[in-house]
């Protein structure tokens, strides 16, 4: 059983930085994403950013590119996102989520509600 512990999130005011972690423990797939989702309040969840377990290659959401930064360490269970220039509407929860695929990985895929969850870490961008 895939297992997500995210963690970082917090109230940062509009302009300021956070750091989410993401440890991942019993992926057992030979290739997989590994990534984040959002759901901000009375919106649907919607992928922010993954990259792929073994190929070059990662996928970040517009409004996140040029603000956040997707990293790992090299066996890709751990990730991490930087987001820097928080604006209110980041405000979210955030889900660190694998899928037993590296196919999933993309703007067309990284939707939906599939694969393993985490339990989030809230993300509060005051004005």
């Known amino acids: 059983e895939v297992q997500l512990q995210a963690s970082g999130g917090g109230l940062v005011q509009a302009g300021g930085s956070l750091r989410l972690s993401c440890a991942a423990s019993?992926?057992?797939?030979?290739?997989?994403?590994i990534g984040w989702f959002r759901q901000a309040p009375g919106k649907e969840r919607e992928g922010v950013s993954c990259?792929?377990?073994?190929?070059?290659?990662?996928y970040m959401a517009d409004y996140g590119k040029g603000r956040f930064t997707m990293s790992s360490n090299s066996a890709k269970n751990t990730v991490y996102l930087q987001m820097n220039n928080l604006r209110p509407e980041d405000t979210a929860v955030y889900y660190c989520?694998?899928?037993?695929?590296?196919?999933?990985?993309?703007?067309?895929?990284?939707?939906?509600?599939?694969?393993?969850w985490g339990q989030g870490t809230l993300v509060t961008v005051s004005s």
């Open positions: 989520v694998v899928r037993g695929s590296e196919w999933w990985c993309d703007p067309d895929r990284w939707t939906g509600i599939l694969g393993s």
């Open positions: 019993g992926i057992t797939a030979d290739s997989f994403s």
């Open positions: 990259i792929r377990s073994r190929n070059e290659g990662t």
